[in-house]
């Protein structure tokens, strides 16, 4: 997977400036990722290169290093080695326009009400699409007047979900989107989450180790385990060879 | 609209700054809520208890909150990025297209404008409480003394406490830096960035003795009652280290923030 190939354009190395064109380069190029935290080796050589308009699904059990990668595409967790390029852009102030990140944990302040949040984030990126806002506000259940202090786990996910898929980002970043969300309202929300996402224009990568719920949304797949990149490959493929992502999943970290 | 064509625009717009401004303002996790309401209520119990304690001891125990703000200022500097990185928030806050620079600088600004309204507060009401006192005293002018000093006086207090609450921020930038030890290397961080400080506020001040110094107005009481006159005396400040001091605050001020947006894992 490791290309190794120039990167085509320069920008500049705080992240400001413009993507590079091309409709023909990834959206993202991770190139020999290291991270280490003390005890541990959160990343350990990982690289990938995602083409524009797909759906990736970075598998693996806890600690395999999925968050500390996507933090990573995020800025929010500064690599040992390697580099990240967002649209050709080193990870920095002007790709964090480009990405919509959705964080395992509750960013937002208690005292916050629903709206807040949606002025917040519409008043900060440019791609915000308030009708789209709206309509994902409806689909999650959930009100412009309640409080973030006062929504449950459950609720304070959907949240999160409509500030990051209301955005029309080149690329949507989604750790554990799942996570806090009960069993019974999943499946609709993966239907909202499939309604929702514009393919060919946007790229998705799914962070999960709940691999029977998405994995019929995913195209491609990266399995992780100890930061480094256990498996990958197209999702349909994987699919016909092995029955089921979630059968190989069991397989490979069994 | 594809997603490509969209304008991005990054750093801080008017409407941008305005919410960051709100939020730090609003945020109740602050201590300010608390030093305002302690402030107010010491100012109106000297206020019932001017009868029985005498003006003079009243006006005098009326600065007693100035003392605190200087604290204030230091933990809210410190807070400011403390529980960011505790509540989850600065998932939030890092990941804004906006240098990370300006984040902090909004957040300054709010402890600014808290600490200059408390400021204001307690000197309003000493000011009353010692307007009592001088008519008692019969003495008149002092205000013409008070008035050209305190412009001098007022940005003194306001460099010492940009300066404390830059190099507590900047203390809890390196705490969040570093993997381990955070507390003790934010301690010794502390400790050099005072005494760089000194050492560097003098030497930039070789750089700004063309500034005018800072000229206050001292004043003594001679006699008593009626026959009470003032003798003014002049103080002379350098203003030179000062401008150094705050340049080296301002240079400290941006290391934290970099540090925070290039170097603190979340």
């Known amino acids: ?254 | 609209m594809a997603a490509g064509a969209i304008q991005r625009r990054t750093g801080l717009t008017g409407r941008r700054f305005g919410l960051l401004l709100r939020k730090e303002l609003t945020s109740l996790e602050g201590l300010f809520p608390v030093l305002l309401g302690v402030t107010l209520l010491w100012e109106l119990f000297l206020v019932t208890r001017r009868p029985t304690w005498g003006p003079g001891a009243v006006a005098g125990l009326s600065l007693i909150p100035l003392g605190l703000i200087p604290f204030w200022a230091m933990w809210a500097g410190f807070q400011s990025v403390r529980a960011e990185w505790n509540g989850d928030h600065a998932q939030l806050l890092l990941t804004l297209p906006v240098p990370f620079w300006q984040v902090q600088g909004v957040k300054l600004l709010a402890i600014w404008l808290q600490a200059a309204l408390t400021s204001l507060l307690v000197a309003g009401a000493a000011w009353l409480l010692a307007r009592e006192l001088l008519q008692e005293l019969r003495v008149s002018g002092l205000w013409d003394v008070i008035w050209p000093s305190l412009p001098a006086a007022s940005l003194l207090w306001g460099v010492l406490l940009v300066q404390l609450s830059i190099v507590a921020q900047f203390a809890s930038a390196v705490w969040r830096t570093v993997p381990r030890l955070g507390g003790l290397v934010a301690l010794w961080a502390t400790v050099l960035a005072g005494w760089l400080g000194g050492r560097l506020s003098g030497l930039l001040g070789y750089l700004f003795q063309w500034v005018p110094d800072l000229r206050l107005l001292g004043v003594s009481v001679q006699g008593q009652g009626a026959q009470a006159v003032f003798v003014r005396y002049p103080i002379l400040i350098d203003s030179g280290p000062l401008v150094g001091g705050l340049l080296f605050a301002l240079g400290l001020f941006w290391v934290g923030a970099l540090l925070l947006e290039r170097a603190a894992d979340v």
């Open chain 1, 1 to 254: 997977m490791d290309e190794r190939r120039p990167l085509a354009t320069e920008p500049e190395a705080d992240g400001r400036g413009a993507p590079a064109d091309g409709e023909g380069r990834p959206v993202l190029e991770v190139r020999d990722l290291v991270k280490r935290y003390p005890g541990a080796e959160a990343l350990n050589g990982v690289s990938l290169t995602l083409p524009r308009g797909t759906v990736l699904g970075l598998l693996g059990p806890n600690g395999s290093g999925k968050s500390t990668l996507l933090k990573s595409i995020a800025g929010l967790v500064h690599p040992d080695e390697g580099e990240v390029r967002v649209e050709g852009l080193p990870v920095g102030t002007a790709t964090k326009a480009r990405v919509a990140y959705l964080p395992e944990v509750d960013p937002y302040y208690r005292w916050m009400r629903v709206a807040q949040v949606l002025e917040w984030t519409a008043t900060f990126y440019d791609d915000w699409e308030p009708d789209r806002a709206e309509e994902l506000l409806q689909f999650m259940n959930l009100r412009r007047d309640q409080k973030v202090g006062g929504l449950s786990k459950g609720q304070r996910a959907r949240l999160r979900l409509v500030v990051t898929l209301a955005r029309n980002a080149p690329l949507l970043l989604l750790d554990e989107p799942l996570s806090g969300i009960d069993l019974a309202s999943r499946a609709r929300i993966i239907r909202g989450l499939i309604g929702q996402f514009r393919g060919g224009e946007q790229s998705l990568i799914i962070s999960t180790h709940e691999v029977a719920e998405v994995e019929g949304f995913l195209e491609r797949v990266v399995f992780l385990e100890r930061g480094r990149i256990r498996l990958e490959g197209e999702a349909e493929a994987l699919r016909v060879k092995h029955g089921s992502l979630q059968a190989l999943f069991e397989e490979v970290f069994a």
